[in-house]
């Protein structure tokens, strides 16, 4: 079944909230399946990034273990950025029985095809975090155009008072971007440049293959010996593992009175940067929220129910016409609010932020260990 008439299926079987509907009596309506013995197939798009391990793989594992009273399973793959690998696990899961699959792509366009293989073999896909290409059935992410407006914002009130100001005469920032095969990237990069254009000048300006931080570092680098350590007022870095390969090279050229550099994903060892005075912010991600939405999602798809009960809204994408869609919202996290925000949601605890290298700078913002 095609997905068109697949979500003419959904739309028409019941919406309804998953627990409840499966073991509590509930006649089991034409095409909706009541089943808990579902397989879910996850794939992750790389390690690079502490999140996709940490986070998303066990909340989602937790999540539908939860929605399937602990019948359900999770076979799990990670890419680790490449892409032609992903589209073999995606067709080998398939091939192999899952009843619904969670795609993180490693690239949005190619990953396509082994989607279309999954429609063709009535397998719904989840879209999660990055907007795969193809027939896919629902969408989780968060909003990415949001995340460059908080960083291009942040930016330019670092800038401001820092007394850096903006324009030719005060200097230039470094956009380090995230990786060209990211469609993520393109969102935060078209969204910081709305902030940032007209109020300072780009000196140099990186799409960075597959998020590394070492190409970020070696990038960052070309950027410092082009224009100079003292000329760099500020860097604009997609996310964490990037921002760490930028103040790297900054450290490495003998900067000590660092510019402010921006990031995402809010990565322990970021964080760990900004109570450090290192990085200036990143932007926080509830990644358990994102990954129980898409692990509903699944769980839904999987038993041919509606997404109505889940989906926020709909959004038009390159290859379907609507997609049901779930957008979670984003905070900029700076030195200001790490206990309002990672800490409160339990994300990291005090202990872990405050190693001893960083202890003094936790006293100062009042981030005691033991408290």
Known sequence: MNAHLRRAALAAAVSAVLVPLAGCGA???????????????????????????????????????????NKGTVRYANARNDASLQAQQLESMVEGGVDVLIVDAVDSKSIAGAIEKADEAGVPVVAFDRLAEGPIDGYVSFDNEEVGHIQGKALLEALKGS???????????????????????AL???????????????????????????????NMEAAIATLGKDTVIG?????????????TALKSAGVTDL???????????AVQRIVAGDQYMTVYKQYATEADAAAEMAILLARRMGL???????????????????????IALTKDNIE???????????????VPEVLDACAELGLVPGA
């Open 163 to 185: 007394g850096s100001g903006s324009g030719p005469s005060k200097g230039k920032i470094v956009m380090m971007n995230g990786s060209p095969t990211d469609p993520n990237a």
């Open 235 to 247: 860097v604009y870095s997609a996310n964490d593992g990037m921002a760490g390969g930028v103040i």
């Open 259 to 269: 510019p402010p550099v921006t990031g995402q994903d809010a990565e322990l060892a």
């Open 27 to 69: 006649e089991e309506e034409p095409g909706v399946r009541l089943s808990d013995d579902i397989v879910v197939g996850l794939l992750l798009p790389e390690n690079q990034a502490a999140r996709y391990e940490q986070f998303d793989k066990p909340v989602i594992e937790e999540r539908i273990a939860h929605l399937t009273n």
């Open 340 to 354: 309002e925000t990672v800490v409160r949601d339990g994300l990291y605890t005090v202990e872990q932020i405050c």
């Open 308 to 330: 109505g009960a889940a989906a926020h809204t709909d959004i038009e994408t390159p290859t379907e016409e609507s997609v049901p869609t779930v957008y979670i919202p984003v």
């Open 188 to 218: 935060f990069k078209k969204a910081a440049h709305t902030e940032l254009d007209g109020k300072v000048e780009v000196g140099m300006e990186y799409d960075t293959q597959d998020w590394k931080p070492d190409n970020a570092q070696a």
